[in-house]
């Protein structure tokens, strides 16, 4: 196992998934209300593995045959995340999130039929062209860059992260959901995430 490797894609998964956007904010309110938690889990998870290995696969491919197209497309990815770490800065600066409607300490969990539940998982997931950003653009270009023996292990990294995300996400909503009724823990999320993101890009022009 290239851990270098492993590290690289952890690190870069971690700087874009830790973002309160579509997905991500549905399922910490599913977790509040403890509804299909599993399931959504499990579903997000195997989404990101499908996509991640999609991204890492398909641009090793492209960078084969077109490798000054993947240079550029890479460049084209760190503006994204350049202007995604500045926006989070900037919602740092001036928060605007909604509320989340948190259940109760001890409610019972909320009763949802779990069809519309898993397809409305399914729209954020895959029709979220952030995902694609993320996914193929972002990881995928970056991990065609490591050397052939390190490209699994880039996106086993990625996926580990993914996976752990989703777990603490899903399960450690009800725990956090007092904590993101004030616009400072808002502050202070983004203000990281917004760092860790330019952090990443900065990195990345090697």
Known sequence: MDWLAF????????????????????????GIMRSHVGKIVVLCTLSDFILIALGVGGASAL?????????????????????FGIGALRRAVKPGHAVLDAAGGDAAPVRQRALPVLLMTL????????????????????????????????????????????????????????????????RVLDGAIGGMVLLIAVTQLR
């Open 123 to 186: 729209a954020l997931t895959w029709l979220n062209p952030h995902v694609y950003l993320d996914t193929f653009l972002l990881i995928g270009t970056a991990g065609a860059r490591e050397a052939q023996s390190g490209r699994m292990a880039f996106a086993l990294g990625a996926m580990a992260v993914s996976a752990v995300w989703f777990v603490l996400l899903g399960y450690g909503a009800r725990a956090l959901a007092p904590v993101f009724r004030r616009a400072a823990a808002w």
């Open 7 to 30: 590290s690289h894609g952890a690190a870069l998964c971690a700087s874009l998934i830790v973002t309160i956007g579509a997905q991500n904010a549905f399922v910490l309110r599913q």
């Open 63 to 83: 960078v084969e045959r077109y490798p000054a197209f993947v240079h550029a497309m890479l460049y084209v990815g760190l503006a994204y995340l350049v202007w």
